[in-house]
T-cell receptor
Framework: DTGVSQNPRHKITKRGQNVTFRCDPISEHNRLYWYRQTLGQGPEFLTYFQNEAQLEKSRLLSDRFSAERPKGSFSTLEIQRTEQGDSAMYLC???????????FGPGTRLTVL | QKEVEQNSGPLSVPEGAIASLNCTYSDRGSQSFFWYRQYSGKSPELIMSIYSNGDKEDGRFTAQLNKASQYVSLLIRDSQPSDSATYLCAVIPSGGYQKVTFGTGTKLQVIP
């Protein structure tokens, strides 16, 4: 296992469509995080899982966003009824419970037309 | 007041010089601090973590933490053109379920 993987790497969709992204964390990591990053900004926290439990969700996250980690391994992030403002890089990171160091995947770049 | 503040730069240094990147944070109870490097179009890459006051060295990189002043810095010695990137300061605030708060980053340019 060489690191966090994300799929797809790029997604172009039309406004109003639903999209789903997948993240596979480093295998021994039990913590998984989703962030969103727009140009010129640092990553912005979206949500956090410890094993299969979603422990925190940003107040900035609208009801159109949902994330799951059903078996405590991979995670999916779904955006319903996409808007142009959702265009961003969606980043996944994972960490162990031994320390707080988070390692990022390559990201999924979403473009909403 | 932003939770994590960085000068956006760009910070330009000549090759071989020391680059000094600075960051301040607002939550006095924060305990965990990180520096990430991000190349254009790529995801952040962890460079250093620091948890205690003082210096922590790793190769050409030194992280410095001063909790009393709520200040964390990153020094890059013998800067190389390949160090040209945006450097993100990140903090885990108190009581936060490991949620990392990032600054907006400082763009570093190393001039050959």
């Amino acid at each position: 296992d060489t690191g966090v993987s994300q799929n797809p790497r790029h997604k172009i969709t039309k406004r109003g469509q639903n999209v789903t992204f997948r993240c596979d964390p480093i295998s021994e990591h039990n913590r998984l995080y989703w962030y969103r990053q727009t140009l010129g900004q640092g990553p912005e926290f979206l949500t956090y899982f410890q094993n299969e439990a979603q422990l925190e969700k940003s107040r900035l996250l609208s009801d159109r966003f949902s994330a799951e980690r059903p078996k405590g391994s991979f995670s999916t992030l779904e955006i319903q009824r996409t808007e142009q403002g959702d265009s961003a890089m969606y980043l996944c990171a994972s960490s162990s419970s031994e320390d707080n160091e988070q390692f990022f995947g390559p990201g999924t770049r979403l473009t909403v037309l | 007041q932003k939770e994590v503040e960085q000068n956006s730069g760009p910070l330009s240094v000549p090759e071989g010089a020391i680059a000094s990147l600075n960051c301040t944070y607002s939550d006095r109870g924060s305990q965990s601090f990180f520096w990430y490097r991000q190349y254009s179009g790529k995801s952040p890459e962890l460079i250093m973590s620091i948890y205690s006051n003082g210096d922590k060295e790793d190769g050409r990189f030194t992280a410095q933490l001063n909790k009393a002043s709520q200040y964390v810095s990153l020094l890059i010695r013998d800067s190389q053109p390949s160090d040209s990137a945006t450097y993100l300061c990140a903090v885990i605030p108190s009581g936060g379920y490991q949620k990392v708060t990032f600054g907006t980053g400082t763009k570093l340019q190393v001039i050959p």
